[in-house]
T-cell receptor, first 113, second 114 residues
Framework: GENVEQHPSTLSVQEGDSAVIKCTYSDSASNYFPWYKQELGKRPQLIIDIRSNVGEKKDQRIAVTLNKTAKHFSLHITETQPEDSAVYFCAASQGAAGNKLTFGGGTRVLVKP | DADVTQTPRNRITKTGKRIMLECSQT?????MYWYRQDPGLGLRLIYYSFDVKDINKGEISDGYSVSRQAQAKFSLSLESAIPNQTALYFCATSDFQGGHNIQYFGAGTRLSVL
C-alpha cells in the first residue's frame, strides 16, 4: 500500500519568514495530494490540494509543488503569521483505490512573534 | 463543521469494555471514514465505507468494527477496549468529484481506556 513520509516533525519560524514542509510518497499511481491544517484542539481542514497533472498551485500565501519523478511534494508558506501555527498533514490518494487517503505523520509549525 | 457530528466528544472506559462511537452527517455524502490520531503518527485509517452496502478495512482495523446504518450514520465499535486504543478518533465524509477527495472531519472523540 501507499506510504507517506513527512518532514520535519516540528518547525519553528520567526514571524514573516517562510516555512517549507516536505512529503514523499511510495505509490507511483497516486494522483491527488491534499494538505490539511489542524489548529490546536480543532479538526483537520483542507487548505490546498494538487493533482498529478499540475506541478504547482498557489493560494495567497500558501503554495504546493509536486515532483512526480521524485515522488515528493512540498507545502510552502510565505510571510508566516501567528495564526499559521498549527499541525499540518500531507496526504496522498492511492489512485487505483479511488479516494482513500494515506496521511503523513504531521508537522507541528510554531510561528514566533 | 457542524455537518459532521461525533458523539460522545470524550469517553473514559475500562479495559475489556465494549464501546461505540457514533458519527452522523448532513452533507449528503456517500463516503464516510473513521481515523485514529496519535501523536507523531498522523491520521490512520481504521475503516471506510463508500455507500451503505460497502464496508472496507483500513490500515489498522484489528480490534475495531463498524456499522453503516444509513447514508448519514457510520458507527465505530471497540468490542473489548484495551489501553493502546487510547487516542483521538475522527469521523470524516467526502464527496469525490472532479478528482478532488476533500474530506470533512467531525470534531473528534477523545477516548481513554484505563
Amino acid at each position: 500500500g501507499e506510504n507517506v513520509e513527512q518532514h520535519p516533525s516540528t518547525l519553528s519560524v520567526q514571524e514573516g519568514d517562510s516555512a517549507v514542509i516536505k512529503c514523499t510518497y511510495s505509490d507511483s499511481a497516486s494522483n491527488y495530494f491534499p494538505w490539511y491544517k489542524q489548529e490546536l484542539g480543532k479538526r483537520p481542514q483542507l487548505i490546498i490540494d494538487i493533482r498529478s497533472n499540475v506541478g504547482e498551485k498557489k493560494d495567497q500565501r500558501i503554495a504546493v509543488t509536486l515532483n512526480k519523478t521524485a515522488k515528493h511534494f512540498s507545502l510552502h508558506i510565505t510571510e508566516t503569521q501567528p495564526e499559521d501555527s498549527a499541525v499540518y498533514f500531507c496526504a496522498a490518494s492511492q489512485g487505483a483505490a479511488g479516494n482513500k487517503l494515506t496521511f503523513g505523520g504531521g508537522t507541528r509549525v510554531l510561528v514566533k512573534p | 463543521d457542524a455537518d459532521v457530528t461525533q458523539t460522545p466528544r470524550n469517553r473514559i472506559t475500562k479495559t475489556g469494555k465494549r464501546i461505540m462511537l457514533e458519527c452522523s452527517q448532513t452533507k449528503g455524502h456517500d463516503r464516510m471514514y473513521w481515523y485514529r490520531q496519535d501523536p507523531g503518527l498522523g491520521l490512520r485509517l481504521i475503516y471506510y465505507s463508500f455507500d451503505v452496502k460497502d464496508i472496507n478495512k483500513g490500515e489498522i482495523s484489528d480490534g475495531y468494527s463498524v456499522s453503516r446504518q444509513a447514508q448519514a450514520k457510520f458507527s465505530l465499535s471497540l468490542e473489548s477496549a484495551i489501553p493502546n486504543q487510547t487516542a483521538l478518533y475522527f469521523c470524516a465524509t467526502s464527496d469525490f468529484q472532479g478528482g478532488h477527495n476533500i474530506q470533512y472531519f467531525g470534531a473528534g472523540t477523545r477516548l481513554s481506556v484505563l
